[in-house]
């Protein structure tokens, strides 16, 4: 099993639809989790961070975290086509001493 | 600087030579991490530097990776006898405190193996 797993995709939704990004990961002991975003070719970058359960909102984008199901989502509102991209999460370990990433769901946003 | 700085951000090499890839973080970042991106998949996770604490090289992939950080800063990825599937992004980021705090990444080294 995987430690962290993210549907490959690809997802396709059209403009101005919510996109919903899913997140499972294994370690119980896992704290901090993190949204990327990667552009073709590009770096990740950072999103949103969430580190307790519940909903975190900034502008379009909600990260909701269950620690008690293991499950970290990543939705999107008024999506646009500028946020096609492939969609990160990431996880820390129970010793924190490292950042896991799932493989990304590649979403794109259709005009 | 602003931001994570890697060079080159491309390197072609013959099998066989050796490589070192080079990695200055975030003024102030204590934690360093190496990652690898193949073509079209995640990212792999290789090293992590914490202050002065030991490194975990628990994701380098063979005794041909080596990595060293000078200093507390800058960080050279070294690949001995380089093979044709080291070919990859090699992705440099650091973080403020390495407990959780969010990684900045910088451009990557794009490596070719031919």
């Known amino acids: 099993q995987k430690e962290v797993e993210q549907n490959s995709g690809p997802l396709s939704v059209p403009e101005g639809a919510i996109a919903s990004l899913n997140c499972t990961y294994s370690?119980?002991?896992?704290?901090?989790f993190f949204w990327y975003r990667q552009y073709s070719g590009k770096s990740p970058e950072l999103i949103m961070s969430?580190?307790?359960?519940g909903d975190k909102e900034d502008g379009r984008f909600t990260a909701q975290l269950n620690k008690a199901s293991q499950y970290v989502s990543l939705l999107i509102r008024d999506s646009q086509p500028s946020d096609s991209a492939t969609y990160l999460c990431?996880?820390?370990?129970?010793?924190?001493?490292?950042?896991?990433f799932g493989s990304g769901t590649q979403l794109t946003v259709l005009p | 600087g602003a931001g994570v700085s890697q060079s080159p951000s491309n390197k072609v090499t013959e099998k066989g030579k050796d490589v070192e890839l080079r990695c200055d973080p975030i003024?102030?970042?204590?934690?360093l991490y190496w990652y690898r991106q193949s073509l079209g998949q995640g990212l792999e996770f290789l090293i992590y530097?914490?202050?002065?604490?030991?490194?975990?090289k628990s994701g380098l992939p063979s005794d041909r990776f080596s990595a060293e950080r000078t200093g507390g800063s800058v960080s050279t990825l070294t690949i001995q006898r380089t093979q044709q599937e080291d070919s990859a992004v090699y992705l440099c980021?650091?973080?403020?405190?390495?407990?959780?705090?969010?990684?900045?990444f910088g451009n990557g080294t794009r490596l070719t193996v031919t």
């Open positions: 980021a650091s973080s403020l405190t390495g407990e959780g705090s969010p990684l900045h």
């Open positions: 370690d119980r002991g896992s704290q901090s």
């Open positions: 969430i580190y307790s359960n």
């Open positions: 990431a996880v820390t370990s129970g010793s924190a001493r490292q950042l896991t």
């Open positions: 003024s102030g970042h204590t934690a």
């Open positions: 530097f914490q202050g002065n604490s030991a490194p975990d």
